[in-house]
């Protein structure tokens, strides 16, 4: 639709009953229960925003998806850098933002949402590792509802975005994913202990590690979910 010659009017959204080739950072798949979860794509113009502050939409919409998660599952719920949505140490939901530049000015952006709700049967290698909110809640949810209020929050965000962004990074943080806790990672070089500390508005994470503050771009970190084995779960 963005593709053809009429204009796609700024917040449409469209929503898959079944997704059947889902993608996430860098040609990941994302598989998804026909019916059972929800798989949307959101249109905007965020052309107010620099082209190298375009991760605070990723922040704005990352809020807006936690704030609205949270009118569900009250505690647990984060964010974890730089695309996922996480329930505890499980991942719930995962988001994709394909952003349009033209020249030095941002034309458009498709932010790819997906929310794991309620499926229960996971491929095997991720039952450890995925987690959905009929899982959590040990009840079914309406699936229209719960996009409703993402889109609401994901609004209240993008205006705040447009309007007044001073504090949108705190409020981001405060929400992250072992946000000022010691945790073990892997980079190119070695793995290691370290804090995050801060997210660039560029979308780099700082981990201070020896006492240095290091950015890593996407792809360049793991998170390493059990450090007595190094066992690592890429980004």
Excluded at 42 to 51: A, D, H, Q, S
Excluded at 101 to 114: D, H
Excluded at 228 to 234: G, I, L, S
Aim: proline share 4%; aromatic share 8%; net charge negative.
């Amino acid at each position: 639709m963005v593709s053809n010659s009429e204009p796609l009017p700024e917040g449409t959204v469209i929503m898959a009953d079944n997704q059947y080739a889902g993608r996430g950072q860098q040609e990941n798949t994302w598989h998804a229960e026909p019916g059972m979860n929800l798989t949307a794509s959101l249109f905007l113009k965020p052309r107010f925003l620099p082209v190298d502050k375009q991760f605070m939409l990723n922040m704005a919409v990352s809020i807006g998806i936690r704030d609205a998660l949270r009118e569900f599952v009250t505690e647990n719920i984060s964010i974890k850098w730089p695309n996922d949505i996480y329930y505890k140490d499980r991942k719930l939901g995962g988001i994709l933002i394909e952003n349009s530049i033209v020249g030095s000015g941002y034309k458009s952006a498709i932010i790819g949402i997906g929310i794991n709700v309620n499926q229960t049967n996971f491929n095997p290698e991720q039952v450890k590792t995925a987690a959905s909110l009929r899982e959590i809640l040990q009840e079914d949810v309406n699936l229209m509802g719960l996009l409703a209020e993402i889109c609401k929050r994901i609004e209240v965000q993008y205006l705040r975005l447009k309007a007044n962004p001073s504090d949108m990074t705190a409020d981001y943080l405060s929400g992250l994913y072992r946000f000022q806790q010691i945790a073990a990672f892997k980079d190119s070089s070695d793995t290691f202990e370290g804090i995050i500390v801060d997210v660039s508005s560029r979308g780099q994470l700082i981990i201070e590690k020896a006492g240095l503050k290091v950015g890593y771009s996407f792809k360049e970190v793991e998170f390493l979910t059990n450090p007595a084995h190094w066992v690592n779960e890429k980004l």
